[in-house]
């Protein structure tokens, strides 16, 4: 048997993290559910002493996710760490991971701590963590770029304080693969009680290497954890993608040698639910998950694969989940139907009065739409526009008029707290003038900084999903929006980012 490589998610947590792509709690539970599905071993749920909203979250995880390790980030002390305890324990396996940084740069100017300080700090929160959990993990933050000896004496102490553990991350994508990768083989060489705790990479995309570097980890370093993201999210260019690292070592497991446990055949579902979840659009050349990954447009391309698919494919779509669109749903399907199709998504409502909602919106959309695919399904109960009362602002109806040569004008009604409203403009296009239209009752006076729409199932039968990503006072968010109707999409995505904007409870920034 071959040794295993262990995938550690942190969607939820490093992803999370990227200006505009925080999530909701029932968004949170939704994407761990999918993990658990995908077998990933290990989920970062969160940074529970972050915000409550994040407690509440990794807690929520940590209760319905039964076959994945579920891990809380926590910094170094005894507040965080009991936070992360607390929020982990309905947990079956849960894993507390504590980190401080031990680069000069981040221990002189953003610590300001000596490096001894740094030292018997580390040991201390490893300490407090072991007291409360069998599994912990411990990251040296911006490691790559520590001074080697220091490190090594920093590992080498929570080792022996009971991490079972040792993360190294390339906090800012600094790392090329032969460096990172003999980095790692030489912290293993050095300490000498290396062998026990599992080594672990961390690796962060500013120079495009993060797969690379994290594979140079596993191959030069003996590296047996990646921490990665699905699509690569996270903050500035993103983590270590999970469908690439995955598909990888499953792909060169003559040259790797390792197994993983992931159930590829998940990868595109995950891939499209985050993608809709957070509003950050996967492009179509990305590996794996991309919309072109597997179309073979040249016509030598496409005659070699109808002679023998491996002429110019080493993976097979399905085995990532790629599948032909799937007709799931239409227009005569029930309740029943609906209900069980949740279901298969991992989506769970909390009352019977949610899911009657949600197929009466679905029964709107198949009015309209007659073909349903779970892309429509995944849109529709992501719609928070729509779907909560407790927001802010809702979606109710929208005109508008538009003409060659004309200005065109719109008139938009939604509700603020309930009440409803009525908003008028004129704009440069029908969906400038509907924005406006909203933001001459609301008042934002948000920047538009992002405005993006793509065909949910790849045809113009298909919903429009319109992303927009509003800034204020230094806050980033983003709404997403589906209709058939991409100015509806819009006014929908809009109320969306506004809701966030309301809403987004301050948050102790997670380092890295
Ligand atoms: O990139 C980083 O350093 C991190 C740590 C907090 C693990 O995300
Ligand atoms: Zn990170």
């Known amino acids: 048997m071959a040794e295993k490589l ?16 925080s999530m909701t709690k029932d968004e949170k539970l939704r994407i761990a559910r999918q993990l658990e599905r995908l077998k990933v071993d290990v989920i970062e749920a969160g940074f529970a002493a972050s915000s409550n909203g994040d407690f509440e979250a990794v807690q929520a995880i940590a209760n319905a996710i039964k076959d994945s390790t579920i891990c809380s980030l926590s910094r170094a002390n005894d507040r965080d760490i009991s936070r992360a305890a607390e929020a982990l324990k309905g947990a079956n396996r849960a894993r507390i991971h504590t980190f401080i940084a031990t680069s000069p740069l981040h221990m002189e100017k953003k610590l300001r701590m000596t490096p001894e300080q740094v ?18 993990e411990f990251s040296p933050e911006d490691g790559y770029r520590s001074e080697i000896d220091f490190l090594c004496r920093v590992l080498e102490a929570v080792i022996k304080e009971g991490a079972t553990t040792l993360n190294i991350p390339d906090t800012v994508g600094y790392a090329v693969p032969e ?26 995309n500013d120079l495009g290497m993060a797969v690379a570097n994290s594979l140079a980890g596993v191959k030069i370093g003996g590296a047996r954890q990646v921490e990665c993201t699905i699509n690569g999210l996270g903050e500035r260019a993103g983590n270590c993608s999970l469908e690439e690292i995955v598909m990888a070592v499953k792909t060169r497991r003559d040259y790797f040698g390792l197994d993983v446990g992931v159930d590829t055949s998940q990868i595109v579902p995950a891939s499209r639910m985050v993608s809709q979840t957070t509003g950050f659009v996967v492009q179509p050349n990305k590996a794996v998950v991309g919309a072109n990954a597997f179309a073979h447009a040249s016509g030598i391309h496409q005659d070699g694969v109808l002679k023998a698919r491996d002429t110019y494919e080493i993976m097979r779509a399905e085995d990532v989940g790629w599948s032909a669109n799937k007709i799931v749903l239409g227009k005569l399907s029930g309740r029943n139907a609906f209900k069980q199709r949740l279901n298969d998504l991992g989506i769970e409502m909390d009352s019977e009065t949610e899911i009657n909602a949600a197929f009466a919106r679905f029964k709107e959309l198949a009015d309209r739409k007659s073909e349903i695919f779970d892309e429509d399904i995944l849109a529709l109960v992501s719609d928070e526009s729509v779907t909560s009362e407790k927001e802010q602002y809702g979606f109710v109806s929208l005109a508008q008029h538009s003409e060659t040569g004309e200005r065109p004008h719109a008139s938009v009604v939604f509700s603020v707290e309930g009440r409803e409203v009525h908003g008028q403009s004129d704009g440069n296009g029908p969906v400038d003038a509907s924005l406006k239209a909203i933001e001459s009752h609301v008042k934002s006076g948000a920047e538009m900084i992002l405005y993006s729409v793509n065909a949910i199932s790849g ?54």
Do not use: M
Not at 119 to 136: G, P, T
Not at 470 to 494: E, F, M
């Open 6 to 21: 262990i995938i550690f998610d942190t969607t939820l947590r490093d992803g999370e993290q990227s200006p505009g792509a």
């Open 459 to 512: 045809s113009t039968e298909s919903q429009g999903e319109v992303t927009v990503r509003l800034q204020h006072s230094g806050r980033v968010v983003n709404g997403v929006g589906a209709d058939p109707d991409i100015v509806v999409a819009s006014a929908k995505a809009y109320l969306s980012a506004l809701n966030k904007l309301h809403s987004k409870a301050d948050r102790v920034a997670a380092q890295g």
């Open 179 to 204: 460096l990172y990768g003999n980095f790692i083989k030489t912290l293993r060489e050095k300490i000498p009680n290396s062998d026990k705790a599992i080594w672990s990479v961390h690796c962060h």
């Open 119 to 136: 030292l018997e700090q580390a040991k201390l929160a490893v300490r407090f963590a072991r007291n409360q959990a069998a599994d912990v």
